[in-house]
């Protein structure tokens, strides 16, 4: 077993058991960005929220060990993406990456801006044109250092 395998195996046992990742994240007590960001295998668990996961999904003891370690982070199979869904952030990143540079070096001055230290919400808004995407990220300002 490996970390690939125990995400593939709460992706399976999610569908078998007809669970939401709001209702995951509700029982791990984290968001539901963050809970699924780790149930897919880009975060390291606690022993508590590893413990959590198991019993949720029902999964072999020995996964819970393999929640807990730091994982490769960057999970997309090609340079590119080829699933429509993720393309369109691949696009917006194209389109908007300068302008997201610009205005933030503008604003900040030279650095980055964290995704280690990040939060982000997704939510449905409605709309009677079509209900909309909302998706808000924040992340900490990290300031390149002269020496």
């Not at 009677?128 to 992340?139: H, Q």
């Amino acid at each position: 077993m490996n970390r690939e395998d125990v995400t593939d195996l709460i992706v399976q046992a999610k569908v078998a058991k007809g669970l939401k990742w709001a209702d995951v994240a509700a029982k791990v007590g984290h968001s539901k960005e963050w809970v699924t960001a780790a149930c897919l295998g880009q975060m390291t668990l606690t022993a508590q929220q590893a413990a959590a996961i198991v019993e949720i999904f029902g999964l072999p003891e020995e996964a819970g060990k393999w929640l807990q370690e730091v994982p490769y982070k960057g999970s997309l199979p090609t340079a590119v993406p080829t699933d429509p869904l993720i393309y369109r952030f691949y696009e917006l990143v194209s389109v908007y990456g300068t302008t997201f540079k610009a205005l933030i070096h503008e604003e900040f001055g030279d650095g980055i801006m964290s995704a280690i230290d990040f939060k982000m919400d997704m939510t449905r808004q409605a709309d009677p044109n079509g209900d909309r995407v909302k998706i808000v990220m924040s992340g900490k300002f990290l300031p390149y250092k002269t020496y």
